[in-house]
């Protein structure tokens, strides 16, 4: 027979449990912006420093950061016209002078 667990112990797991969301590692899956350094499936663990802060605000390229988990979602929007990620990356593709 399976031990129950404790409500403490209930609590702890829910924790850890949110602590993996919150640690949970992002990709870069615009197009690489080779001047600046960041190439596309570049992962980021944690917060933005201010390099990259500062190149999400240059380029508009915010929603190009994407968890993990949710890459193949990613990779899919990117290819469907008419997305904001689609948007985004042909916007950010025109600017370093792509099509």
Known sequence: MA??????EVEVSEKVEEKKVEAEAFV???PTLFN????????????FDNRLNALVE??????????????????QLIKKNGTIENIVFKKTLN????K
Do not use: D, M, W
């Open 3 to 8: 031990k129950r667990k404790t409500s403490e």
């Open 28 to 30: 870069y899956v615009g």
């Open 36 to 47: 600046e350094g960041l190439n596309n499936g570049t992962v980021f663990a944690g917060e």
């Open 58 to 75: 240059k380029y508009g390229i915010s929603c190009l950061f994407v968890p993990v988990s949710k890459l193949g979602l990613a990779k």
């Open 95 to 98: 600017k370093l002078g792509g």
